[in-house]
C-alpha cells in the first residue's frame, strides 16, 4: 500500500509534469473507483491542473479554481503517468486494471490502476477536500505533528503500538510498512502497550518516526512514478524483509501473520531476543 513517502513523491512528480496543463478528457472505467457524482467528469474539461499534494495517504489533485481530485490508492493501487497513449480512443468500461485516466492537452496524461480483484481504489471528485470522509477524519500528518502532540495522541490509544501508529485517526499517513521500519529503529516491539510506555520511549518513538518517514520522503521524491516501489523495498529494514538477517545485529528478521497482512521485526533489536510466537498470546513483557 502507497504510504506518506510515496504518496508524497507521487504528487512532487504530478506538480513537476502535469502543472499548468489543461484537462483534455477524464474518463471513467471503473465506476466503482469514482464514488462521486458532483461535480461530474465532464466539468473538467478545458481546466489546468493547478496543485499536487497529500493528506496522509490521499494524493490531492488541484483542478481549475475549485475542484479537487482526490484519491485513495489502497493496498494495490498506484498511479503511471504517460509521456502519450497508444490510442485516443475513450476507455471502455471494465479496460483491466485502469480505473480512471487522465488525458491532458499535451497528449500526456496519466491512469489510476488497481491490480487483484479486491478493488478498494476509490477516487472522489470535490469542491472541498474535507467532503471526502477518509479526509475529515486524519489526525495530524505524522511529519508535521510535534513531539508533545505525538505523546497526547499516542497515550489517548489504549492498544498495541503498532496498532495505533497505523490508525490514520491518530497520525496521518503511516501505514503497515513504515511503522514496521519506525518501531525497529526505536527498538520497541510491535505489541508493546501505549499506556506503558516511558517518556523516553516516546521521544525515542517520535524520533524514529521522524527519521524514517523523512529518509523515505527524500529518497523518494524525484523518481519516477514507476520507480517508487523499488525504491520502498529497496530502503526497507525489516518489513518484507522475512528470514533475512536484520542489518543492525544480523539477527533473523521474523513475521508475525494476520488474517490480511503481516508484520516483521527483529528479535534481537525489539525483544529482548525473544521471537512473538502469537499476537494474541505472547506474554512477552512490553
Known amino acids: 500500500m502507497p504510504e506518506l513517502p510515496e504518496v508524497e513523491a ?4 504530478l506538480r513537476e509534469r502535469a502543472l499548468g496543463h489543461t484537462v483534455d478528457r477524464f474518463e471513467v472505467a471503473s465506476f466503482s473507483a469514482l464514488k462521486t457524482y458532483d461535480p461530474a467528469p465532464s466539468a473538467l ?19 481549475g479554481p475549485e475542484i479537487h481530485l482526490v484519491v485513495h490508492l489502497a493496498r494495490a493501487g498506484w498511479l503511471h503517468y504517460r509521456d502519450s497513449f497508444k490510442s485516443p480512443a475513450p476507455l471502455k468500461p471494465g479496460s483491466g486494471p485502469i480505473a480512471i485516466r487522465v488525458r491532458l492537452d499535451d497528449g500526456s496524461g496519466f491512469d489510476l490502476t488497481e491490480a487483484g480483484t479486491q478493488k478498494s481504489l476509490a477516487a472522489y471528485l470535490v469542491r472541498d477536500p474535507s467532503e471526502v470522509p477518509g479526509v475529515a477524519r486524519l489526525g495530524p500528518d505524522a511529519l508535521a505533528v510535534s513531539r508533545d502532540e505525538f505523546a497526547t495522541r499516542i497515550r489517548a490509544q489504549n492498544g498495541q503500538i503498532k496498532g495505533v501508529l497505523t490508525s490514520q485517526e491518530v497520525l496521518a499517513g503511516i501505514g503497515n510498512a513504515y511503522s514496521d521500519e519506525i518501531l525497529h529503529v526505536a527498538k520497541m516491539s510491535p505489541f508493546a502497550l501505549t499506556g506503558k510506555l516511558t517518556e523516553d520511549q516516546i521521544t525515542s518513538l517520535y524520533e524514529a518516526m521522524r527519521e524514517v518517514e523523512t529518509d523515505a520522503v527524500e529518497r523518494s521524491v524525484g523518481q519516477k512514478a514507476a520507480e517508487l516501489k523499488g525504491e520502498k523495498r529497496a530502503g526497507m529494514r525489516v518489513h518484507a524483509r522475512t528470514g533475512l538477517p536484520c542489518p543492525v ?3 533473523t528478521v521474523r513475521e508475525v501473520s494476520f488474517a490480511d497482512k503481516s508484520l516483521q521485526y527483529c528479535p534481537t533489536c525489539q525483544t529482548g531476543g525473544k521471537p512473538l510466537a502469537d499476537r494474541r498470546m505472547s506474554k512477552l513483557m512490553r
Open 10 to 13: 507521487l504528487a512532487a512528480y
Open 45 to 63: 474539461k478545458d481546466l489546468k491542473i493547478t496543485s499536487a499534494g497529500r493528506h496522509g495517504k490521499f494524493l490531492d489533485v488541484g483542478i
Open 249 to 251: 545485529c544480523g539477527d
